[in-house]
Structure formats: C-alpha cells, structure tokens
C-alpha cells in the first residue's frame, strides 16, 4: 500500500499543483532559480483532494496533537484547508495574517484566540519557514501556546530544518521533496537523469543555477 506522502505527491503532480521546468526554471521572489513551482492552493479546486488534505491533516493532529485546543492557519495558502480541518475536529479556528490589517483594529490573528490555549498552526507549504514561523512568532505574542505546525508539502531544506529546531515547533508534513522525486520518475514525469539535478537544487537553491545540468555532462 502506498504511504500517505506519495498519493499526495502523486495528486500534486496530477493537477499542477507541483510543476517541474528543469530546462526552462521559474524564478521565485527571493531571486533563486528554481526547477519546482508549487501552488498548493490548487487543490481547492477538486473536492476529492481536498477532502483527502483535510481527513490526513486531521489524522496528523489527532495523532501528534492531541492536547489541539485552537486551528490556526497561515494566510493566504492555509486559510480554507486550516478552517476544513478545524470544523472536522470541531475546534475554534483562527487565521493569521502576513501583515497585520491597515484599517480597523489592524488584527495580525483573526478570530478569538485566548491566552494560554494550544494551538497547531496549518501551512500549505514549506520552503526556508521563516514566513511560517512569523506566523509562530504571532501567535506566541498574543499568548497562545505553539505545540506544532502541521504541512502539506515541504521541499525539505536543510536551512528550514534548522529554522524549526533553532524555533522549537514540531513540524508534521503530509508529503515532501523526496516523495515528490519518486512520483514524479514513477509516472514518466521526469527521466532517471534529471534527479540528481532536482537534489542539487535542494541542497543548495540560493546558489543553484539552471546551466548545472550541462555543467555535470
């Protein structure tokens, strides 16, 4: 039987959620070239997936954390899988902002979260984490307790892995670079050749360059 994080690589792959250019790479806003765009929110759009997202991610939980007393979910990627999750667990739910609101009581959190309750935050992806673990930053400073964040997909990078440590947050992913590489070769997607590529870029994406594949010929 397949595990969890293949079937979901699997369905990624399937709908574009995850797209591999190795010849032609994407350029991400932080300026690295990148053979692998990821665009979770996708999944939204086929009942069926996002069903699928929403029974794992609360298997997770229940599993991992079970002490959960609030959802909260990272804008904008994580808001409707976070509120899904949350209304399978009939817990309250929350949201947090990248930026706080311009107008009005200028919310970072959105909803009522109270000092000293657990809260498991819901990411759609993750790359370095930083802009996952602001969002860590956010809920401790207004006073709830952090006791995990759980994931759909990371890449796996070894400088997010330090991040989350050096932050203290236990991260659960439902599927990862790795087992994206083995669904992707499984189905004809990409060619035994184009993974050693696809790991140099994990291992180092800052500096990676998209000629490497002919540097290597």
């Known amino acids: 039987m397949k595990k969890v994080e293949q079937l979901?690589?699997?369905?990624?792959?399937?709908?574009?959620?995850?797209?591999l250019q190795l010849d032609n790479p994407f350029t991400w806003a932080s300026g690295w070239n990148s053979p692998i765009y990821t665009d979770n929110r996708k999944t939204l759009s086929y009942p069926d997936i996002r069903s699928f997202i929403k029974v794992e991610l609360t298997r997770i939980i229940m599993e991992q954390f079970r002490d959960a007393e609030v959802i909260a979910g990272v804008a904008t990627g994580a808001i409707a899988q976070g509120a899904l999750v949350a209304d399978l667990l009939g817990l309250p739910y929350v949201y947090i902002r990248s930026t706080p609101k311009d107008h009005g009581l200028e919310n970072l959190i959105e909803g009522n979260l109270k000092p000293g309750q657990?809260?498991?935050?819901?990411?759609?992806?993750?790359?370095?984490?930083?802009?996952?673990?602001?969002?860590?930053?956010?809920?401790?400073?207004?006073?709830?307790?952090?006791?995990?964040m759980a994931a759909l997909f990371t890449y796996g990078f070894p400088v997010a892995e330090k991040n989350f440590r050096d932050a203290d947050v236990k991260l659960v992913t439902l599927s990862n670079y790795n087992a994206m590489i083995h669904a992707a070769l499984a189905s004809g997607y990409i060619k035994e050749s184009d993974v050693e590529t696809l790991q140099e870029w994990r291992k180092d994406p800052a500096t990676w360059s998209p000629n490497y594949k002919k540097n290597i010929e």
């Open 8 to 19: 979901l690589a699997e369905k990624l792959l399937k709908i574009s959620a995850i797209i």
């Open 118 to 148: 657990k809260v498991v935050v819901i990411e759609d992806l993750i790359s370095t984490g930083k802009s996952s673990l602001k969002a860590v930053e956010a809920v401790r400073n207004a006073g709830g307790k952090v006791i995990g």
